[in-house]
């Protein structure tokens, strides 16, 4: 199949740490869209959300997802990226791995960083009301689910190697 094995989940889901592994285990380069748009803009994406707002952050983010879709590799998505009709159906009929992940462990793995502007201030809360919200929209695109919550980003890695 032509174009990157795609990585989707909630924040706290695993995306970066999974999408690097796999690539390493595939062969492949990785790519993770948030830190392209960082190195392409030139500040963290909470900076993004700051002084320019997430209107700006999202079409940046919908435009670098639409661009990096088209190069081989293993590919991690922000985890709001699947907000985005343009994105989905840009999805579709494509390897698209979903990590799913609880409210209890994402916030015990995203921690208290300051680095995801969404969650600030009560994570754990605003973590549970965004799976409800994006939770159908993962499943809409995923070809390969994995329950993340009791693995270790290894077995995580071989469970994905044995789905592809
Ligand atoms: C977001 C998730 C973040 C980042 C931005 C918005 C979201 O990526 O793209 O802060 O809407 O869930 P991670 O999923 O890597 O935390």
Known sequence: MSGPVVIVGAPGSGKSTVGALLAARLGLTFRDVDAVIEAEVGKPVAEIFADDGEPVFRALEEATTLRLLAEDGVLSLGGG???SPEIRAA???REVVWLQVGPAQAAKRVGMTEARPLLL???RGRLIKLLAERTPLYAEVASQSVPTDDR????VVRIIVDGL
Do not use: Q
């Open 121 to 123: 201030g009560n994570v």
């Open 152 to 155: 270790s980003p290894e077995e």
């Open 91 to 93: 999805l579709k009929g």
């Open 81 to 83: 990226a699947v907000i």
